[in-house]
C-alpha cells in the first residue's frame, strides 16, 4: 500500500532544511539535525526526498531557474564585443554589471534565503564566475590584441573574476547583513562595489 505523503510535513523538512543549508553550508549540514527541525524522524525525511541531494535541489533549483532567467538571459556577452571601440567596451560592461546586480538583488528581494544558500553553492557560485570572466575576457581581448603587452590574461582574468565574486559572496553573507531589509541601501551598496571593479579596468586600458 502506497504511503500518503503530506504536503505540510514536506514544507517543515524544506523550512528545517533551508535553516541547516544557510547555517551550515548544503554539504555540511545533517540530515539528523533536519528531521529534527521539521519535527519528524530521520526516515521520514527520506520517504519524501532519497538524499539530501534532492532535498537540496528541491529547494534551490527554482530560485536558479529563476536566476538564469533574469540575470544570464539578459546579461548574455555580446560576441562582437571585441571589434568595438575601448569607450564602447567598458560602457558594455558598466551596463552588464548593472544588470548582474540588479538582477541578482531583485530575485534575493524574494528569494533571500534561497539566494543566500545559492552564495555558497558551487554550482551557481562557478556559473557566476565563469559568466563575470567571460565578459572581462571580451573587454580584454582587443585591448592585449591591440597592445600585445599582457602576459598570462586568461589567469589573470580568471583571478579577477574570482575577486569579484567572492567579495560579492562574502559582502551578502556577512557585510550587508543589516541592509537585508533596506533594499536600496544593498543596492547602493554591490553597485558601488562592482563599479570599482569597472574602474580598476577602465584604468588599465587608459594606461597602456
Known amino acids: ?3 500518503i505523503l503530506k504536503e505540510h510535513v514536506r514544507q517543515d523538512i524544506l523550512e528545517a532544511a533551508k535553516h541547516e543549508f544557510l547555517k551550515h553550508g548544503i554539504y555540511q549540514a545533517s540530515m539528523r539535525d533536519i528531521a529534527k527541525g521539521a519535527n519528524v524522524t530521520v526516515g521520514n525525511v527520506y520517504r519524501y526526498y532519497k ?33 568595438k571601440s575601448t569607450h564602447e567596451r567598458m560602457a558594455y560592461f558598466q551596463s552588464k554589471i548593472h544588470s548582474l546586480s540588479d538582477g541578482f538583488l531583485h530575485v534575493f528581494q524574494t528569494h533571500q534565503t534561497e539566494c543566500l544558500i545559492l552564495l555558497n553553492h558551487s554550482r551557481f557560485y562557478n556559473q557566476m564566475v565563469d559568466w563575470i570572466n567571460e565578459l572581462i575576457l571580451m573587454i580584454v581581448n582587443r585591448w592585449v590584441f591591440e597592445k600585445q603587452s599582457i602576459k598570462h590574461v586568461n589567469e589573470l582574468c580568471e583571478m579577477l ?43 588599465g586600458e587608459a594606461n597602456e
Open 1 to 3: 500500500m502506497a504511503q
Open 51 to 83: 538524499n539530501k541531494e534532492a532535498l537540496a535541489d528541491a529547494i534551490i533549483n527554482p530560485t536558479l531557474d529563476l536566476l538564469n532567467q533574469t540575470i544570464f538571459d539578459d546579461v548574455r556577452v555580446s560576441s562582437d564585443l571585441v571589434a
Open 161 to 203: 573574476s574570482e575577486a569579484i565574486m567572492s567579495g560579492l559572496a562574502r559582502g551578502l553573507l556577512r557585510t550587508c547583513k543589516p541592509y537585508y531589509n533596506q533594499p536600496q541601501v544593498l543596492h547602493d551598496i554591490i553597485n558601488m562595489y562592482l563599479q570599482l571593479f569597472t574602474m580598476m579596468i577602465e584604468a
